[in-house]
C-alpha cells in the first residue's frame, strides 16, 4: 500500500515570499505521478501541479514548482512570490500509473498554509 | 475546461435518513470517483463509479451503505444511507477525462452535516 506524509501540519508567510511545503511518500511501485492540490476556503479542490515519477525534469506552473527527489521519496513544493490568494490546505497526493493499477488518489493529511499580508 | 458541478452544495439531515448527491459534468468522462473528507481530515476515496456496471469500492466502504449510479458518461450519484452522526463530512466527485490518464479533477463538494 501507497503512504503520503506531509509533517507540516501548518506553515505561515509573509506576503511576496517564497515557501517550501514538504511531502515523503512510500511505494514500491516504479510507474507513479504525484500531485499537488489546494483546498481554498471554499473547499473546491484544485489542481496546481503534476509529475510523472519517470520525468527527471522538475515540474513548474508559474509561481509553482517542485523538488522532486525519486530516490528520497520526497516531492516539495515551491510557492515563488506567494499571493494572499494562495492562502489554502495544500494536499500532496500519490497515484499509481494507470496503466498498472487502479486510478485511486492516496492523500496526505495535509499542510495549512497562511500568507500574511 | 469542462465544468463540474455538485448537488446539494451542502445540506443537513437528520439521523438515519438517507441524502442523494448528484455530480454532473458538461462534458463526457470516462472515469468519475466518490471521496469523502471527514472534518479536519484529508480525502478518501469511497468508490469508482463505472458506466453501465456496478461501482467498485474502496475497503471500509460497502455498496448497502454508500449505493452509487453512473447511468451515463457525464452523471453520477451517490446515496448516503441510514446515516448517523459519523457521516458528517465534504463529499467529493471527481473525473478523469480520458482512459489511463492520471489526473483528476474535482467537483466543489457537498457539505453534510449529520444531527
Not at chain 1, 489546494?38 to 509561481?63: D, F, G
Request: glycine residues 4%; negative net charge; contains cysteine.
Amino acid at each position: 500500500a501507497q503512504t503520503v506524509t506531509q509533517s507540516q501540519p501548518e506553515m505561515s508567510v509573509q506576503e511576496a515570499e517564497t515557501v517550501t511545503l514538504s511531502c515523503t511518500y512510500d511505494t514500491s511501485e516504479n510507474n507513479y505521478y504525484l500531485f499537488w492540490y489546494k483546498q481554498p476556503p471554499s473547499r473546491q479542490m484544485i489542481l496546481v501541479i503534476r509529475q510523472e515519477a519517470y520525468k527527471q525534469q522538475n515540474a513548474t506552473e508559474n509561481r509553482f514548482s517542485v523538488n522532486f527527489q525519486k530516490a528520497a521519496k520526497s516531492f516539495s513544493l515551491k510557492i515563488s512570490d506567494s499571493q494572499l490568494g494562495d492562502t489554502a490546505m495544500y494536499f500532496c497526493a500519490f497515484m499509481i500509473d494507470p496503466n498498472f493499477g487502479n486510478e485511486k488518489l492516496t492523500f496526505g493529511t495535509g499542510t495549512r498554509l497562511t500568507i500574511i499580508p | 475546461s469542462a465544468v463540474i458541478s455538485q448537488k446539494p452544495s451542502r445540506d443537513i439531515c437528520q439521523r438515519g435518513t438517507s441524502l442523494t448527491i448528484q455530480c454532473q459534468v458538461d462534458s463526457q468522462v470516462t472515469m468519475m470517483f466518490w471521496y469523502r473528507q471527514q472534518p479536519g481530515q484529508s480525502l478518501t476515496l469511497i468508490a469508482t463509479a463505472n458506466q453501465g456496471s456496478e461501482a467498485t469500492y474502496e475497503s471500509g466502504f460497502v455498496i448497502d451503505k454508500f449505493p452509487i449510479s453512473r447511468p451515463n458518461l457525464t452523471f453520477s450519484t451517490l446515496t448516503v444511507s441510514n446515516m448517523s452522526p459519523e457521516d458528517s463530512s465534504i463529499y467529493l466527485c471527481s473525473v478523469e477525462f480520458q482512459v489511463g490518464t492520471d489526473t483528476q479533477y474535482f467537483g466543489p463538494g457537498t457539505r453534510l452535516t449529520v444531527l
